[in-house]
């Protein structure tokens, strides 16, 4: 029994000697002002008694979970006291012992600069048996003041960390490990604590790719910081995919370059390595037609979905270049002022057809009339209204343009009054004879274009309820979202109606909102 508790307390005092524990130069630096007293009257060092060069010390808990001493006193080989000292309750932080909190006691080597545990044997005082519960106002006697002369530490003359002044190795070793130990070098070995002399070259940050615009030979470490000037935005024909900093270069928008087409050729200037290219006639064309003027230098074409023309290979897996798609090509030499060759299209030349081109040269007589559903994306937005025959309806552009005062507020209207399907595009154009107001959701509904379509007006109140029925929240297409709309039937000369639309149900009010207030505007178009 006797040396389990040798062990134990052989285990707690080098536990606590293994933390960092900091020791005031006097008692007045930990002084609060009220204490228990326990004199010590002998100091020994394992067997040997101790005359002089330690400091002894009662150590408490803070608040940190950290030893910190709380009572100090410099042993000189005759009987001392020390002040062992109560937490001050007149400050926010712990700094003394708590009634009833255990003692740890530890020591301090003024020679070798180094803490021990200890331990103490209590004697019969004037208020009784001694204790290391700390008891404010005690009066505690401690015959034998224990300190132990066990310094754990490596002891291994050959490790990095040898200790010697350590008496008890405690399994720390560390094997020496030779190498660059300087983090700037590009040597720096980052398990090595001996420095071999081998750091020979620096480390030089910076981008390191030789495709970028901020190479910098001189690098010999990526840092991430290399950049790509060009046009950054898909939505433009000259879009590179490998810009990470946009430059200006963003000149003709996809749509644009469609309607340019069919009235000029477009030149595109092609440099030698990789280029992406739009095309743009509005017309499927074969791939190895539509580059028959570079088939001398044509490496390697791509489309997006990672397919390749191989002229040199007599390989065509890309078949024909699509409208409004781009491709990666990549040519032995520069050319420029290249343009897509526009040939004779054989088509349908109606302008009341569904299928009509306008580019076509030749009449193929096969026009037709699409018969269309609701959600069909068509005629430049997306179908909300077919009539019986799926021919004729009404559709609803992607999105909106913004919000906008209903407009002329005291005014009104002559007409502009019809709420039914069909009479959106009446109210507008009443509207717009009446009311000279700028930037009316009229006026920005018929100022819209798209893919062409110019035609689009503000929808009277029904045509606007019948887009949220079908279009709206309760939908898969969500347009609209939980936005109020202005619709172009008006109310009175203050009130226009309005609809919106909300994950309980759409509705509609033709009141309660003044024709000054701004509002959101979709616009609709029929065909």
């Known amino acids: 029994m006797k040396k389990l508790l040798f062990i134990l307390q052989f285990f707690i005092l080098n536990n606590v000697i293994a933390q960092e524990v900091s020791w005031p130069a006097s008692s007045s630096e930990v002084n609060t002002g009220s204490n228990a007293t326990y004199l010590i009257q002998s100091v020994n060092l394992g067997e040997e008694s101790v005359p002089f060069g330690y400091n002894l010390g009662a150590f408490y808990t803070n608040d940190s979970g950290e030893l910190a001493c709380g009572g100090i006193v410099n042993w000189y080989g005759v009987q001392t006291n020390i002040a062992v000292n109560a937490d001050d309750s007149t400050t926010p932080e712990k700094d003394g012992f708590y009634e009833g909190e255990q003692i740890t006691w530890l020591a301090y080597g003024t020679f070798l600069e180094q803490t021990y545990g200890a331990s103490v044997v209590l004697g019969i005082g004037p208020t009784g048996m001694g204790s290391e519960i ?16 066990t310094i754990q530490g490596c002891t291994d003359e050959t490790a990095f960390n040898y200790d010697e002044t350590a008496n008890f190795d405690d399994g720390s070793c560390i094997p020496v490990l030779e190498g660059c130990t300087n983090p700037n ?32 030979e001189l690098a010999n470490t990526e840092d991430d910081t290399c950049i790509w000037y060009g046009c950054t935005d898909s939505t433009y024909t000259e879009y590179s995919p490998l810009a990470t900093l946009d430059d200006g270069s963003c000149e003709t928008k996809w749509k644009d370059a469609y309607t340019l087409s069919q009235e000029t050729s477009i030149l595109i200037d092609l440099e030698a390595g990789w280029n992406l290219i739009g095309y743009t006639n509005d017309y499927p ?16 074409v791509k ?31 520069s050319n420029y002022n290249f343009t897509f060759y526009q040939n004779d299209i054989l088509c349908c030349m109606q302008d009341w057809a569904d299928n009509c081109n306008p580019s076509a040269t030749i009449e193929s007589n096969s026009c037709a009339i699409n018969e269309y559903e609701i959600g069909d994306y068509a005629q430049g937005g997306i179908v ?26 005291g005014i009104e209207i002559n007409g ?3 709420s039914g399907i069909g009479f959106g595009f009446q109210n507008t154009l009443d509207i717009l004879s009446d009311c000279t107001q700028e930037n009316t959701a009229a006026s920005k509904c018929v100022e819209y274009t798209v893919d062409g ?31 109020l709309h202005w619709s172009s039937t008006e109310a009175s000369s203050i009130y226009a109606c309005w609809a919106s639309t909300n994950s309980s149900g759409d509705y509609s009010m033709c009141g309660g909102r003044s024709k000054d207030d701004l509002t959101m505007v979709r616009p609709i178009r029929s065909f």
């Open 134 to 149: 700390f008891n404010i106002n005690s009066i505690n006697i401690i015959a034998v003041y224990n300190i132990d002369p």
């Open 185 to 216: 070098y590009l040597e720096f070995a980052i398990n090595a604590n001996v420095d071999d002399g081998s750091c020979s070259v620096l480390v030089i940050e910076g981008c390191v790719d030789n495709t970028a615009d901020n190479y910098n």
């Open 285 to 300: 064309f074969d791939v190895v037609e539509a580059f028959e003027d570079l088939v001398d230098d044509i490496l390697i």
């Open 303 to 333: 489309n997006n979905e990672a397919e390749i023309y191989l002229p040199e290979w007599e390989f065509n897996g890309i078949g024909d270049l699509i409208p409004g798609q781009g491709y990666q090509i990549k040519l032995l030499n």
């Open 384 to 409: 909300f209204y077919v009539d019986e025959t799926g021919q004729h309806g009404l559709v609803a552009a992607l999105d909106n343009v913004g919000s906008a005062e209903w407009g002329c507020e």
């Open 416 to 418: 502009a009054d019809a």
């Open 453 to 483: 379509y110019d035609d689009w007006y503000l929808p009277s109140i029904d045509e606007l309820v019948e887009l949220f029925e079908n279009l709206g929240a309760e939908s898969e297409f969500d347009i609209g979202g939980l936005y």
